[in-house]
């Protein structure tokens, strides 16, 4: 199906493991976003990305790495899950030539114990 | 940044007009006004955006001040599916400049 996708969607781990998160677009949109939304609070950006090869620390990058070595994908990974990284995680992506506006996928909710 | 300020809820009645405002007093001439949507345990959804002018389109309408240091979005005719949280964000126009900044936005409620 086109759009964007994430996966998994629901995701229970404990502390100190390693999670990777998964974003996949089929637009071939050059920019894609990660952000975490906890509990009462607005999304806050994580990393972005403005094309294959090249990445971008957000507002809250500490504790995650990111990659993208095809447009399409943009994984998100934790290198020693913590409890304070329990959140919803949305990725997004974007294209310049569509006036910029940002397509959010479903999420990914995030439980580290 | 330039941020913007939103109200932290409204209400409004289903089938009635709704007024969202949003102010942005340090808006740079470059940055486009943006608004998103979020339903409950959704992602954002795009709503509109626009530079000077008012602006249309199938979802709702975006009035800019002249001054754009404020603009309100337009529900026509609200339905209970228009609950949602509403972000007013402004954004640059290319680059790391392009970056959405989230704040809390508007929760709007929507009564039958």
């Known amino acids: 199906d086109a759009g964007i996708t994430q996966s998994p969607r629901y995701k229970i781990t404990e502390t100190g493991r390693q999670v990777t998160l998964m974003c996949h677009q089929t637009?071939?949109?050059?920019?894609m976003f990660w952000y975490r939304q906890d509990l009462g609070h607005g999304l806050r950006l994580i990393y972005y990305?403005?094309?294959?090869?090249?990445?971008d620390k957000g507002e809250v990058p500490d504790g995650y790495v990111v990659s993208r070595s095809k447009t399409e994908n943009f994984p998100l990974t934790l290198e020693s899950a913590t409890r304070s990284q329990t959140s919803v995680y949305f990725c997004?992506?974007?294209?310049?030539?569509?006036?910029?506006?940002?397509?959010f996928g479903p999420g990914t909710r995030l439980t580290v114990t | 940044d330039a941020k913007t300020t939103q109200p932290n809820s409204m209400e409004s009645n289903e089938e009635e007009p709704v007024h969202l405002p949003c102010n942005h007093s340090?808006?740079?001439?470059?940055?486009?006004i943006h608004w998103y949507r979020q339903l409950p345990s959704q992602g954002p959804e795009y709503v509109i955006h626009?530079?000077?002018s008012n602006v249309n389109n199938r979802m709702a309408s975006l009035a800019i001040a002249e001054d754009r240091k404020s603009s309100t979005l337009i529900l026509h005719r609200a339905t209970l599916r228009d609950a949602a949280v509403y972000y007013c964000?402004?954004?640059?126009?290319?680059?790391?400049?392009?970056?959405?900044?989230f704040g809390k936005g508007i929760t709007l409620s929507v009564r039958p």
């Open positions: 997004a992506s974007s294209s310049l030539d569509r006036g910029n506006e940002q397509y």
């Open positions: 637009w071939s949109h050059s920019y």
């Open positions: 990305s403005a094309a294959a090869d090249i990445t």
């Open positions: 340090t808006i740079s001439g470059t940055d486009y």
């Open positions: 626009g530079l000077t």
């Open positions: 964000i402004l954004r640059g126009s290319t680059g790391a400049n392009s970056k959405l900044t």
